[in-house]
């Protein structure tokens, strides 16, 4: 079976553009969320969407935004690219919500860069 | 959610066991305890997770004592392969996980 897949692996921004970037959960997997990574640090966590609600937001601007569609997929929106949101952004997809041990898996993530 | 506090680095050799130890203080009763390796570059990648005292998988180990208020990640016999950093988290439902820095670990020849 697939792993979490994103997409794009890498992109290039300019300040004030907009960025979409895509993840799609393993087979079978009903919630997905959103880490961001600093070079250096640990990931942050961005949002968590499950049955296509949001479920879980973290401590980020109203610049990022997330909606997670009928067959599980999600995209990660982020308007008005500031140079601070350069980063690996991480999808990560599990089985359930609820379920406790409830266990995540990430993917590879996708390298922004806003110059 | 439980804060976990963790060694930032540890050296090691080929062929060495390495064992990090994560301590979780105020871990709740529902809570499980998962650890991910990240190389650069790349996604988290789960490792191993446990609710109590012993969990063994084909890639490492994972004790927890009694109190559950830390827990040590063995690796046996390392290899340069294993060179990362390991997160140690908890969390009862496997969301919304906080990373700390992790722990940076280098294996030597």
């Known amino acids: 079976d697939a792993g979490v897949t994103q997409s794009p692996t890498h992109l290039i921004k300019t300040r004030g553009q907009h960025v979409t970037l895509r993840c799609s959960p393993i087979s079978g997997h009903k919630s997905v969320s959103w880490y961001q990574q600093v070079l250096g640090q640990g990931p942050q966590f961005i949002f968590q969407?499950?049955?296509?609600?949001?479920?879980g937001r973290g401590n980020f601007p109203d610049r990022f935004s997330a909606r997670q569609f009928p067959n599980y997929s999600s995209e990660l929106n982020v308007n008005a690219l500031l140079l601070g949101d350069s980063a690996l952004y991480l999808c990560a997809s599990s089985r359930d919500r609820d379920l406790s041990g409830n266990t995540i898996y990430f993917g590879e993530g996708s390298w922004l860069t806003v110059v | 959610l439980a804060k976990t506090t963790q060694p930032i680095s540890m050296d090691s050799y080929e062929g060495q066991e390495v064992n990090i130890t994560c301590s979780h203080n105020?871990?709740?009763?529902?809570?499980?305890i998962t650890w991910y390796q990240q190389f650069p570059s790349q996604g988290p990648r789960f490792i191993i997770q446990?609710?109590?005292t012993k969990v063994t998988n084909e890639v490492a180990s994972l004790f927890i004592p009694a109190d559950r208020k830390s827990s040590t990640l063995s690796l046996p016999r390392v290899s340069l392969s294993d060179t990362a950093v390991y997160y140690c988290?908890?969390?009862?439902?496997?969301?919304?996980?906080?990373f700390g820095p992790g722990t940076r670990l280098s294996v030597l020849p």
């Open positions: 969407y499950y049955e296509k609600e949001e479920r």
């Open positions: 988290l908890v969390d009862n439902y496997g969301q919304n996980f906080v």
């Open positions: 446990g609710y109590k």
């Open positions: 105020n871990i709740a009763t529902n809570d499980y």
